[in-house]
């Protein structure tokens, strides 16, 4: 029998280094219509691992990355395993290892379960920052995928987070309210983050994958019957603007840092916002035959 540390199904691209640790297997949640990722990644149900099955896997993945200071904890909502394993784990990490950073995955609503004073022992346990998927700032797109968030949520845990210094790292889903609602969708989004003033907001647009299979993304549902209209690449690029139009210079680090998105532009909004939306404007001034075939190479992966 091989001895190995459970894998993650997902991690952020900018985890790629850090040491990997599965405290739950799969979304606790499983609702989100535009998601369905981890069923079609072969983890159809939820569960959370045991401390000691935890431990074991630390162990392993200590002794073969020797070094490694960044820790990240998954799959898709860690501390629905409970406060017990989550900070159980965070400890025995630290007696193993000179931790630098340990960030997570978190749902937004599980972070609001567990109230201000958990946060706070969080911070205590050593979590640095939370990976979490915002998603949209709008009540009436939250609602239709089934985020199970308000933003009114949002703003309350975004403020128990800072409090207790833990860093926040949104992700923004362009083409979440398809073609439609896709000014709505923006405009509230920018309105959430200017009011939360993240460490990092990372750019994704929304891809449906497989329409076909069993497993497919949910929302294939809503786009055959015609109630949800899905946004053209160009309108994502578009949203990109409209959404660093609408942001305050503030101190957050925004990023297109995914294969899918149409246009990366990246940099520190109180620094590189004029930067960032020339370089949108530079892609929208090319011809439309040359903005069309860009669009057709940039590939569409999970
Ligand atoms: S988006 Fe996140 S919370 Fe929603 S179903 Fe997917 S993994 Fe679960």
Redesign the pocket.
């Known amino acids: 029998m091989i001895d190995r540390p459970e894998s993650l199904i997902i991690r952020p691209p900018s985890e790629w280094k850090s040491l990997l640790v599965r405290i739950t297997r799969g ?1 606790n ?4 219509r ?5 069923p079609a990644m072969g983890q159809p149900h939820y569960s959370s691992r045991s401390l000691p099955e935890i431990k074991h896997d630390i162990d392993l993945l200590t002794e073969r990355h020797p070094g490694g200071t960044n820790v990240f904890f998954g799959d ?2 860690p501390l629905a395993a409970g406060m017990e394993i989550f900070t159980g784990t965070a400890l025995y990490l630290r007696e193993k290892i000179a931790v630098e950073r340990l960030t997570s995955y978190a ?1 937004i609503s599980t972070l609001h379960k567990l109230g201000s004073e958990n946060i706070l022992l969080l911070a205590e346990a050593g979590l640095n920052r939370v990976h979490l ?1 915002l998603e949209s700032g709008d009540p009436e797109i939250l609602q239709f995928q089934r ?1 199970g968030q308000s933003p009114e949520m949002v703003v309350i845990v975004a403020n128990w987070l800072k409090k207790a210094g833990i860093e926040i790292s949104y992700y923004v889903l362009l083409g979440l309210g398809g073609k439609n609602l896709s000014e709505q969708h923006i405009r509230a989004t920018a309105e959430i983050i200017n009011s939360t003033e993240p460490e990092f907001v990372r750019l994704r647009r929304l891809w449906l994958y497989d329409n076909n299979l069993e497993k497919s993304c949910p929302l294939w549902e809503q786009i055959r019957e015609g109630s949800f209209i899905e946004q053209t690449a160009e309108g994502t690029v578009l949203e990109v603007q409209l959404l660093l139009s609408l942001l305050r210079p503030l101190n957050t680090f925004f990023a297109c840092d995914h294969a899918n998105n149409y246009i990366n532009v990246s940099g520190l909004l109180k620094d590189d916002k004029e930067e960032m939306l020339r370089e949108v404007a530079d892609l929208l001034a090319l011809p439309r035959k040359q903005r069309e075939a860009h669009y057709r190479m940039v590939g569409s992966r999970i």
């Open positions: 979304c949640w499983n609702r989100c535009f998601c369905g990722l981890y898709a909502d749902r998927g985020k």
